[in-house]
């Protein structure tokens, strides 16, 4: 099982920066192949921000595209979001995402979220 814990958000002005992290605690057996991070804005469905895989494939929103840069460190089993010049519509509840095999079956982990709002 892989336990997924972020870290990063609060309250940013338009046009700022912020970087979430997520670190997953996984065991030996465990092999994260996808990690990336989804966001829900209040009324909203989840949707996707940006995902990265093992070798640094990486796909994103097009509303995030040049602004947001995600990236990884297989070593540390962590997952990192750095976003910039942030727009009022980027306020969600950002989540963290693993997709994992363990023993040869599939899984999939969520963080509890974190709160970015972006308002001046």
């Known amino acids: 099982q892989v336990e997924l814990v972020e870290s990063g958000g609060g309250l940013v002005q338009p046009g700022g920066s912020l970087r979430l992290s997520c670190v997953a605690s996984a065991s030996t057996s465990t092999t994260i192949s996808v990690m990336g991070w989804y966001r829900q804005a209040p009324g909203k469905e989840r949707d996707l921000v940006a995902i990265?895989?093992?070798?640094?494939?990486?796909k994103y929103a097009d509303s995030v595209k040049g602004r947001f840069t995600v990236s990884r460190d297989n070593a540390k089993d962590a997952v990192y979001l750095h976003m910039s010049i942030l727009k009022p519509e980027d306020t969600a509840v950002y989540f963290c995402?693993?997709?994992?095999?363990?023993?040869?079956?599939?899984?999939?982990?969520w963080g509890q979220g974190t709160l970015v709002t972006v308002q001046g």
């Open positions: 995402h693993a997709i994992y095999s363990d023993y040869g079956e599939s899984w999939d982990a």
């Open positions: 990265i895989n093992r070798v640094g494939d990486t």
